[in-house]
């Protein structure tokens, strides 16, 4: 059996989110204290030695952001930006929300940790507007921590200065993609932008940028108060520390559930998730959100990890774990994941416009006829590799990865 | 509170555009924004009224049109379709409303949302800000029932 191990979501649950005294009574914002006694190098060399990766779904390593983002400029009056990316809309996904609603604090405490590292005085969370629980905790956070000092002038007497501002989102997957979500944040349509140039050297407003996920911030302070060498003893050497998994679907015990990087499909859903639902067999885990992979039994006992994942052709993403049983038809969950994808799409480029729903055609096509299909997975696979190689963003460059995946693995369930 | 004050909660930067007409539209029983309340913004930023338009037809939570005073958002993400949001679809279209449409006695309208995050107890609704999970077609009528029912009280 295993267990879990918890780090973004300490202390969810243990205390009243809506009252920051229960929070300091915690250690709350200790850390952030002990962070500004040491020089913001310290800092960065510290998160870019625990190799944490980004949790957003793309693993990137947080530190080395961090150290691109300090160093893009000399000037140290040039002013930049610390963003947080709450805009989570990928299907299957509620890991920030959870941490939002039971922990704001330590998500404001992961930033102004980093904000002081990069040298940014300025602060944004921009949280999806659906998410009216997020948002109103959030608020109260931000308030009390301004009562508090905590944030605003001088924070704990060492001359750092630090503002946060929230922003609200209106319903727009593609905002969660980060260039697009600095479009958002500055008022404007989300339209997604050509990198590079990246955030870390001109992000909001043209100015160097640090954006991070919700719970790649929440593991910042759990770095500082352990150190770089405990923390990469937690999980795997691929992708150290913990991750909140949130699973779904035919499953006994749907929730989630933060544990060690390494853990196994297996465990999830057989530990923490009790199985799947009325005794059923599974046919398939949809891993990663709808940016996601299909995957079977083959990659069930592969512990989870970035790049470990990538090897057996499936990805980690957000960590969703979207359980399907045996009953189920994966056609019909191709179909909400496409259709998905051509009503997120914003149509600023034409291989992301015409394919998204050029995959649709073919899926409609395809429903029918219901026998001989497999031409027709053929045909979507084409279809969605090149929208991979020509897209303008990761959404256009995303149904490749269910479309190869269904390909992969369940070719003659289609 | 009218208009003006409302707009004035904030400071006349454009980085504030969302923030404001999600204020603007929230305070409206009729849940959407108007030619005028677009004016009033792009005047108030300083920016063209044609890119607060833009701004307002790209982002899916904001309406041109009036809409009920309740507007009911239901999740299509995949978890929520394949544990059953069609019982919600029909369910409501039982009671009376339609997706798509704001009934006529501008109570309700039904719209579709993308994944509410409430995976873990689908399938799962929005009725404005509040979120209601694991629902099925008697609880959703007696959700429905109550809404009325507290108009009706407080007419």
């Known amino acids: ?414 | 509170m009218d208009r003006q004050s409302i707009i004035k909660q904030f400071e006349p930067v454009k980085d504030n555009l969302l923030n404001i007409l999600h204020a603007l539209q929230n305070s409206n029983p009729e849940n959407y924004l108007s030619v005028d309340d677009l004016k009033l913004v792009s005047h108030y930023l300083n920016i063209t009224y044609s890119s607060v338009y833009g701004v307002v037809k790209y982002y899916s939570m904001f309406s041109l049109k009036p809409r009920g005073k309740y507007v009911i958002r239901i999740c299509k993400s995949p978890m929520c379709h394949m544990i059953g949001n069609k019982e919600i679809i029909d369910g409501l279209k039982e009671t009376g409303y339609k997706l798509g449409e704001t009934s006529g006695d501008k109570l309700f309208s039904v719209e579709e949302t993308e994944c509410l995050g409430r995976c873990a107890k689908a399938p799962a609704l929005m009725i404005n800000d509040k979120t209601y999970t694991a629902l099925d077609r008697k609880k959703l009528k007696e959700l429905i029932q109550s809404i009325k029912l507290n108009e009706q009280n407080t007419k």
Do not use: W
Not at chain 1, 86 to 95: L, R, S
Not at chain 1, 166 to 194: D, F, N, V, W
């Open chain 1, 1 to 414: 059996m295993i267990s879990e191990k918890r780090i973004a979501l300490k202390n969810a649950g243990k205390y009243n989110p809506e009252d920051i005294n229960e929070y300091l009574s915690l250690g709350g914002y200790k850390n952030v204290e002990k962070a500004l006694r040491l020089n913001s190098s310290e800092i960065i060399d510290t998160i870019i030695s625990s190799n944490l990766r980004g949790r957003g779904g793309a693993g990137f390593p947080a530190g080395l952001k961090e150290k691109f983002t300090r160093e893009s400029v000399v000037d140290p009056s040039i002013q930049k930006y610390i963003v947080c990316n709450a805009d989570e809309g990928e299907p299957g996904t509620f890991k920030d929300r959870i941490i939002m609603e039971q922990d704001p604090h330590v998500l404001i405490e992961g930033m102004m940790i980093a904000a002081f590292a990069i040298g940014a005085s300025k602060g944004y969370i921009y949280v999806r507007g659906e998410y009216s629980d997020s948002i109103k905790m959030l608020q109260t956070a931000l308030k009390q921590s301004y009562d508090k000092t905590l944030l605003g002038k001088n924070i704990f007497n060492s001359g750092f200065n630090l503002d946060i501002e929230l922003k609200i989102g209106a319903g727009s997957y593609l905002c969660g993609e980060e260039l697009t979500l600095l479009e958002s944040l500055e008022g404007k349509r989300g339209y997604p932008k050509i990198k590079p140039p990246f955030p870390a050297e001109k992000g909001l407003f043209g100015m160097p940028t640090l954006i991070n996920n919700v719970e790649t911030f929440a593991h910042i302070p759990y770095i500082i108060e352990h150190g770089a060498e405990h923390y990469k003893s937690i999980g795997t050497s691929d992708t150290p520390g913990t991750k909140i998994f949130t699973i779904s679907g035919d499953i006994n015990k749907p929730g989630f559930y933060e544990t060690e990087l390494g853990v196994t499909l297996r465990q999830l859903i057989e530990d923490f998730g009790e199985g799947i639902k009325n005794q059923k067999k599974l046919k398939a885990v949809l891993l990663g959100g709808a940016a996601g992979t299909f995957v079977d039994e083959s990659v069930m006992d592969t512990p989870i990890g970035f790049d470990s994942l990538k090897e057996k052709g499936a990805v980690l993403g957000s960590g969703a774990i979207m359980v399907m049983s045996e009953e189920r038809s994966l056609f019909e969950i191709l179909y909400t994941v496409l259709e998905f994808f051509k009503h997120e799409s914003c149509g600023k480029c034409v291989p992301c416009r015409i394919g998204t729903s050029q995959l649709m055609v073919l899926m409609d096509e395809a429903k029918n006829i219901k026998t001989d299909r497999k031409k027709y997975l053929e045909k979507l696979l084409f279809e969605a590799e090149y929208m991979a190689k020509s897209s303008l963003c990761p959404l256009g460059q995303s149904p490749i990865l269910p479309i190869r995946s269904i390909h992969r693995f369940f070719k003659d369930q289609f």
